[in-house]
């Protein structure tokens, strides 16, 4: 299955490969991604990247479509993810999105262009009629990314998460089709 969704002349989507396996481990062994992140393992091992594109591209045969994207340059190198995570199903009305990027790109709104391609994209062509994005309530930089490409802080979730046996507090963020 090859897709490419063309966010600008800079930046594409496209599914994750196996070849993908060196830019996952050298960045997200990042300090700031794994901590603003809930399930990327510390450290990030050739193992769990190869185990994450196998999963990705289950889950891609079997619903159908590319769940889970790499963002990738000009180039064609991967600096990033974003995916839907299937919370509720392929023809749920709601699902929730996550994100990442590598610390190089960081500040020149790339992901901010990114998450707004990738959210209204969904919204016109899957029959979702609500995005959720759920950040830490620290990681104030993820939320000025949501709040550029659309979304409208809903609420701040007491204790919501639980991250190296600590509990978080977290935002929920939301984006509607209209």
Avoid at 137 to 158: D, M, P, Q
Wanted: glycine content about 6%; hydrophobic content about 40%.
């Amino acid at each position: 299955m090859t897709t490419t969704l063309k966010v600008n002349p800079k930046i594409r989507l496209t599914e994750l490969r196996e070849t993908d396996v060196p830019a996952l481990v050298e960045y997200l062994n990042h300090p700031d991604i794994y901590k603003n992140t809930l399930t990327i393992p510390k450290p990030y091992s050739e193992k769990d990247g190869l185990n994450f594109i196998h999963l990705c591209q289950k889950l891609d045969k079997k619903y159908g479509f590319v769940v889970n994207w790499a963002v990738r340059d000009a180039n064609e190198q991967l600096i990033g993810g974003i995916g839907r995570l299937m919370k509720f199903g392929p023809v749920a009305h709601k699902d929730e999105i996550g994100y990442w990027l590598a610390a190089p790109f960081w500040g020149q709104g790339l992901m901010t262009e990114t998450v707004r391609i990738f959210s209204n994209y969904l919204l016109k062509n899957e029959p979702l009629k609500r995005i959720e994005a759920i950040v830490f309530h620290k990681n104030i930089a993820s939320g000025r990314v949501l709040e550029k490409a659309g979304f409208a802080r809903e609420g701040y979730l007491r204790k919501y998460y639980v991250k190296d046996q600590q509990l978080n507090d977290a935002i929920l963020y939301a984006k509607f089709l209209d």
